[in-house]
Each structure stands twice: as C-alpha cells, then as structure tokens.
C-alpha cells in the first residue's frame, strides 16, 4: 500500500514540475517566456558553446524522462521508476531552486517569474518524496 500512494505522489510530482517548466520563468517588459524559450537565449548568458548544448540537452530530455517514470511506475517496475524520478528531481528541483531565488525583480525591466520555477520545484519535491517513499517501503510477499 505504501508503495501505492508513493508512486501516486511521485506521478502528481512529475507532472506537476513538467507543467511548471511551460509556465514562464522570465519577464521581459510585458513579454513572458517558459524555460525552454529561456533556454533559447542561452547565448546572451555566455552559454553558447558546448556547455550550452549540454544545458539544453539535459533540460529538453527531463521531459521524456518524467513520461519513462511514470510508464515505469505503471508496468510495476516501482525501484527503477523511483531511481530515475530521484534523477528527474535533483535536475529540475536544483535549476528551479536557483531561479526561484533570485526574486521577482519588480522595479526592474528583466527578471525571474517566480509562477514556473516554484510550481517546478514543488513538483520535483513532491515526486522525491514519491520515490523515497517507494524506495524505502517494504517489497511486497
């Protein structure tokens, strides 16, 4: 049963935080941007070269990797599943941790919108403590 309800925790985490990278992140003026038309810009922060394709490769492929989790969860493959979601969790909770606090920027013309980056950081919480919760449960007779 505990394996149940922490599956059920890590899928509503999953989604949440994939929902959470299409909400905007950045402001611009009157103009909002998601993560992945963030990551588009990557070159005016000096990531243009090869570290640049890596960010934008591990964040495009966090997506897919939620979708893997919850097919696994699914198919009742319970301990890869959770694996792979405390992955998707420490990569999508550390970047929104990050860009949540840097604050809202109010006066400013540029800034962090803080909707994405929490609603992704509460999803990658929420499908942690999913996964932990199956990790550490007692494997069915």
Same mark, same amino acid.
């Given at each position: 049963?505990?394996?149940?309800?922490?599956?059920?925790?890590? @899928?509503?985490?999953?989604?949440?935080? @994939?929902?959470? =990278?299409? #909400?905007?992140?950045?402001?611009?003026?009157?103009?909002?941007? &998601?993560?992945?038309?963030?990551?588009?810009?990557?070159?005016?922060?000096?990531? &243009?070269? #090869?570290?640049? *394709?890596? $960010?934008?490769?591990?964040?495009? =492929?966090?997506?897919?990797?939620?979708?893997?989790?919850?097919?696994?969860? %699914?198919?009742?493959?319970?301990?890869?599943?959770?694996?792979?979601?405390?992955?998707?969790?420490?990569?999508?909770?550390?970047?929104?941790? %990050?860009?949540?606090?840097?604050?809202? +920027? *109010?006066?400013? #013309? @540029?800034?962090? +919108?803080?909707?994405?980056? @929490? $609603?992704? %950081?509460?999803?990658?919480?929420?499908?942690?403590?999913?996964?932990?919760?199956? #990790?550490?449960?007692?494997?069915?007779?």
């Amino acid at each position: 049963m505990r394996r149940t309800w922490g599956a059920g925790i890590g @899928v509503v985490g999953l989604i949440t935080a @994939v929902v959470g =990278a299409f #909400l905007p992140w950045l402001r611009s003026g009157s103009v909002t941007r &998601d993560s992945y038309e963030v990551l588009a810009l990557r070159g005016f922060a000096g990531l &243009d070269g #090869l570290s640049g *394709e890596v $960010v934008r490769g591990v964040w495009v =492929a966090l997506t897919p990797l939620a979708v893997c989790c919850v097919v696994l969860w %699914l198919v009742r493959l319970p301990r890869i599943a959770s694996c792979a979601a405390l992955l998707f969790g420490t990569i999508a909770g550390t970047v929104a941790a %990050l860009a949540a606090v840097q604050g809202g +920027n *109010e006066g400013s #013309l @540029v800034g962090i +919108n803080p909707t994405g980056p @929490v $609603v992704t %950081l509460g999803g990658a919480v929420l499908g942690i403590a999913g996964a932990i919760t199956v #990790l550490t449960a007692k494997p069915a007779p």
